[in-house]
């Protein structure tokens, strides 16, 4: 009975780091294609808080 409460505490625990990894590599690629999306909208048009306005309403942030 133990072992399967610990197995169950592991997987669990397991589990827990890798959803939390995962949110942490979707937030890195987030940020990067937000700084991707910025640099691209200033070759375009050089007005700082249109763009970020445009960057955020496009991501969805």
């Known amino acids: 009975m133990r ?3 610990t197995l169950g505490i ?3 625990m397991g589990r827990q780091l ?3 990894h995962d949110k ?3 937030r890195a690629r987030e940020a990067k294609l937000k700084q991707r999306l910025i640099a691209f909208l200033k070759e375009k048009d ?3 808080t249109q763009i970020e ?3 955020n309403q496009l991501l969805g942030n």
């Open 18 to 20: 890798y959803i939390n």
């Open 53 to 55: 306005k445009q960057a």
């Open 10 to 12: 592991g997987f669990w």
């Open 46 to 48: 050089p007005n700082q």
């Open 3 to 5: 072992t399967i409460i």
């Open 24 to 26: 942490r590599v979707a």
